[in-house]
């Protein structure tokens, strides 16, 4: 095999492939899969002077009937190919950042710039802009062989790299929340992003490359969401790429931000001694957002039995998973399985998680005057299904208020199950909470 390194311009490889010059060999390529957004990302990239990878092309001489002919195979780069030729013929037009930004998706530098082929397609272009697309260098590599089975074998072996996943690709991207999950959950090759000490010693390790920087994305999006108020997101890879497009202005002096990191610090101090296996993805989102619940309405006296909660979640985990059967099954193992990226299966796992620690950890107010702790609201809250109990109509978290069924000011005490989700107009007061209570009590007699 003789391969030679050559620069075509894009005019003279789109005019080969015109005159039928430049082939695919459909027995083992690909037709065309690139979706237009990708073929116009491509093409703003040329425009803007980015750099395209290596084209690797197979050259091939005919003779027949004492003729000859020369053209080439591609070995890689059809797709680049594809996007630049259908380009060329006017195809398509190219993305307005602005105007397309809920489907382009370009970082905010590059919104602030002008773009003169915003919107245009090849022939709307300025004679300046045309040139310069048809006058880009593009690197190519020669391949010279008798073999068919040698050049199909290079094409294999291009094709046998690992290409970056899902999460390599958010790391490549520009923008606030790339930092945040960077500076929380590390990356071992860059000095500066060591990682909290959270992820890097009580996170489960896998095989996917980048799983604790996705499991980083996860986490920040529910806490910086306030999901635990009735914002829960997918966490799907389309709703992750999309969340990190709408933080791209997200800074590290936010205060989320900061008291993310006072969260995540007072996780290594709730598992400080634990001798248990590290935790798995669903049990760090779990965790963090309930140690973020009890932060700051709750005393500490909570932290001694965190282990003891935790283990004994675990366990009762672990039995019904392995029988598939009972209420930890149900509630929260099958959970874990299908959909288990799903906003309504986070959201039911941590209900039925937080009520089960809260159960054992049994927090104190730090101050007894007020009603209900972030925690209980969120129990009660979902235990009520997020729905009003005087109007039965949804209830947004901004308009949420507890209502004492058995009255605080009649020694109605402040727990779970003497409270009662309402709209604060809905709340009831005087003869209504009386009328309110008796109602309960018939329907709770009832077994309803």
Same mark, same amino acid.
Request: net charge positive; charged share 20%; glycine share 8%.
């Given at each position: 095999m003789i391969h030679k390194p050559e620069v075509m311009k894009v005019k003279d490889l789109l005019n080969l492939k015109k005159n039928q010059m430049l082939k695919v060999n459909s027995e083992y390529q690909r037709g065309s899969v690139w979706s237009k957004t990708q073929q116009k990302k491509l093409i703003d990239s040329v425009l803007r002077g980015y750099p395209l990878p290596m084209i690797y092309l197979h050259y091939k001489e005919h003779e027949v009937a004492g003729m000859k002919s020369q053209s080439f195979e591609i070995i890689d780069g059809?797709?680049?190919?594809? #996007?630049?030729? $259908?380009?060329?013929?006017? #195809? /398509? &037009?190219? /993305? $307005?950042?602005?105007? $397309? @930004? @809920?489907?382009?998706h370009f970082p905010q530098f590059i919104k602030d710039n002008p773009c003169?082929?915003?919107?245009? $397609?090849?022939?709307? %272009? @300025? +004679?300046m802009l045309k040139e310069k697309f048809d006058d880009t260098p593009l690197s190519c590599v020669k391949i010279e062989t008798d073999s068919e089975d040698e050049a199909r074998d290079l094409f294999i072996r291009l094709q046998a790299g690992l290409p970056l996943n899902v999460q390599e690709k958010r790391d490549a991207w520009p923008g606030g929340f790339t930092e945040f999950v960077l500076h929380f959950a590390g990356k071992t090759d860059i000095p500066r992003y060591p990682g909290h000490d959270f992820f890097n010693k009580w996170?489960? &390790?896998?095989? /996917? =490359?980048?799983?604790? =920087?996705?499991?980083? #994305?996860?986490?920040?999006? %529910? /806490? %910086?969401?306030?999901?635990?108020?009735?914002?829960?997101?997918d966490l799907r890879i389309k709703t992750v790429d999309d969340f990190y497009y709408q933080q791209l202005s997200l800074d590290m002096k936010d205060l989320r931000v900061q008291r993310f990191d006072k969260i995540l610090n007072l996780t290594i101090e709730c598992f400080n001694g634990y001798t248990g296996k590290k935790l798995s993805d669903h049990e760090v989102i779990h965790i963090i957002l309930l140690l973020d619940s009890l932060y700051d309405d709750y005393t500490k006296s909570w932290q001694k039995d965190f282990i003891l909660a935790f283990d004994s979640f675990r366990k009762s985990n672990f039995i019904n998973k392995k029988n598939k059967t009972g209420e930890y099954w149900v509630n929260y193992g099958m959970l874990t399985q299908a959909?288990? +990226?799903h906003a309504a299966t986070v959201q039911l796992r941590h209900k039925f998680f937080s009520e089960k620690m809260f159960e054992i950890l049994k927090p104190v107010l730090k101050d007894k005057t007020r009603s209900f702790g972030q925690l209980e609201r969120e129990i009660i809250y979902y235990r009520d299904d997020r729905k009003c109990q005087v109007c039965g109509v949804d209830i947004n978290w901004n308009d949420l208020e507890i209502h004492h069924v058995d009255e605080h000011q009649n020694g109605g005490e402040t727990e779970i199950n003497n409270g009662a989700s309402v709209h604060k107009q809905c709340h009831p007061k005087g003869q209504a909470a009386v009328e309110f209570r008796a109602k309960r009590l018939k329907m709770k007699n009832l077994g309803t």
């Open positions: 059809q797709q680049r190919i594809n #996007a630049l030729f $259908d380009f060329s013929q006017g #195809a /398509f &037009k190219l /993305f $307005d950042p602005i105007k $397309d @930004e @809920e489907i382009a003169p082929w915003a919107g245009c $397609d090849y022939i709307g %272009l @300025e +004679n996170v489960k &390790k896998t095989n /996917f =490359r980048g799983n604790t =920087r996705q499991l980083c #994305a996860y986490v920040g999006m %529910l /806490f %910086l969401r306030n999901a635990v108020k009735g914002n829960w997101i959909s288990a +990226n």
